[in-house]
């Protein structure tokens, strides 16, 4: 986990110049605003998502800083297959980020066998996946960081939530586990706790895919107040403002371990 000189994209500044990132979800939402500002920093970042031509597209933007590798983080075997990939290419990783989320709000009696098995192979199993193939590469380099993307939700008091509830309480779990077993590695992981980001044109990431009883959560989150308790007076986080706390985790110097952090806007 070294703290280098900093170097940038054009030699001229970056602090996290010679580190190599994998970023899951890249594509979208917090997950591309992070992989954008990762690169702008200096590090070699590696795109982690389902869609290859939009992975092509933003490995091109982001060129020559970035390699995409189509990945479904629910499928072991495809999670294998890119962290070998990585391994191939770079012989270690510094920084993993767990971004990818699905969120799909459902009255729990009407939730599908479908939804279900989504939310928990990419909200939990994903990250336990995608986690257990960066050890030995997180090793390799002297250790780094895993940044767990969670919720409000484990927070706050949200109806329509229990399945995707429960997957982010198992992600915190995880975090305190292996924060723990690989601590003496100097491989530190935090949970970040991300309040609600817009993306572009304002609308929320934590609504895109969240199916179709999206329209009874949002009146009645109204009626409780829930929406201006987390969302603030500012209307919410932005994508830009949740990378730089991902930066500002991934810079802290060594000895210095960040457990949990809830960001969010007031």
Not at 37 to 60: T, W
Request: net charge negative; charged share 25%.
């Amino acid at each position: 986990m070294s703290q280098d000189s900093p170097v940038g994209k054009d030699g001229d500044g970056g602090q996290l110049a010679g580190r190599v990132v994998a970023v899951t979800g890249a594509t979208s939402g917090s997950g591309l605003a992070i992989a954008r500002r990762f690169a702008a920093e200096g590090a070699e970042v590696v795109l982690l998502a389902r869609g290859a031509d939009r992975l092509k597209a933003l490995e091109e933007e982001l060129a020559p800083r970035a390699v995409g590798l189509p990945t479904d983080v629910g499928d072991p075997d495809s999670v294998r297959a890119a962290f070998a990939a990585i391994d191939r290419r770079f012989g270690r990783l510094d920084i993993l980020i767990n971004n990818a989320g699905l969120h799909r709000p459902c009255p729990f009696e009407s939730v599908t066998d479908a939804d279900i098995l989504t939310q928990v192979r990419c909200n939990l199993l994903g990250p336990v996946y995608t986690s257990r193939a960066a050890i030995p590469l997180l090793r390799a380099a002297g250790g780094g960081d895993i940044i767990n993307t969670s919720s409000e939700v484990t927070i706050e008091m949200f109806p329509y939530e229990a399945v995707y509830k429960a997957t982010k309480a198992g992600l915190e779990a995880l975090g305190q586990a292996l924060g723990l077993e690989f601590e003496k590695e100097e491989i530190r992981v935090t949970t970040l706790i991300q309040g609600v980001a817009l993306g572009e044109g304002g609308g929320s990431t934590d609504w895109e895919d969240s199916g179709e009883h999206t329209h009874l959560v949002w009146p009645r989150l109204q009626a409780e107040g829930t929406i201006n308790r987390v969302i603030g007076k500012h209307g919410g986080m932005t994508v830009e403002s949740v990378a730089d706390v991902h930066v500002f985790i991934a810079t802290r110097p060594r000895g210095q371990k960040l457990d949990v952090v809830r960001a969010r806007s007031y």
